[in-house]
């Protein structure tokens, strides 16, 4: 019932937030909830890159995006970036707190497929190597915030944290 009432409310509002700037993917998936609820009561798999276009039809300049903890089983890491970099190409934000997921792949993808991305948050993403690191540093000159906090035991070596901060300055 929550769902339902989210969605009624934004139903309303649905002319306030057409240029909505920033989407939480909880909500944006509320929001586009009733398009896909069937087909997710029958079962069928609702592919997030029908997902995020028709987030991108109904909010025209998204520029943010946080997936925090959200993950994709029956989708590539790969897969999932390409999605973003097609239906959300005017993104200056993005946030994969925790996406356990998310690989070096991705973060290249990512970087390379959105041009005006100035923040990006990989923290805790724990199958990130030194290779994302790499990427950061060689093709994220515009980029001024990135986050790849990680507080596990072999998340990026001494060498790479060295390399990344002399090339970031």
């Not at 093709?139 to 970031?168: M, P, Q, W």
Request: glycine share 4%; with cysteine; charged share 20%.
């Amino acid at each position: 019932t929550l769902l339902c009432v989210v969605v009624a409310v934004c139903r309303k509002w649905k002319a306030a937030v057409a240029d909505m700037c920033r989407v939480d993917i909880d909500l944006a998936f509320a929001v586009v909830g009733t398009k896909f609820a069937a087909a997710v009561a029958r079962g069928e798999v609702v592919r997030v890159g029908e997902v995020l276009a028709v987030i991108a039809q109904r909010f025209h300049s998204v520029a943010s995006l946080d997936m925090t903890f959200y993950f994709w089983p029956e989708y590539s890491a790969q897969h999932l970036a390409e999605a973003v970099v097609t239906a959300l190409p005017h993104l200056t934000s993005a946030r994969f707190h925790r996406c356990d997921d998310v690989t070096d792949a991705f973060v290249d993808t990512l970087i390379r497929g959105l041009p005006r991305l100035v923040s990006v948050d990989f923290s805790e993403c724990l199958r990130l190597t030194d290779a994302a690191l790499a990427t950061l540093a060689e093709n994220g000159a515009r980029l001024k915030t990135i986050d790849v906090t990680c507080t596990g035991d072999d998340c990026f070596t001494g060498a790479a944290v060295v390399s990344f901060a002399e090339r970031r300055g």
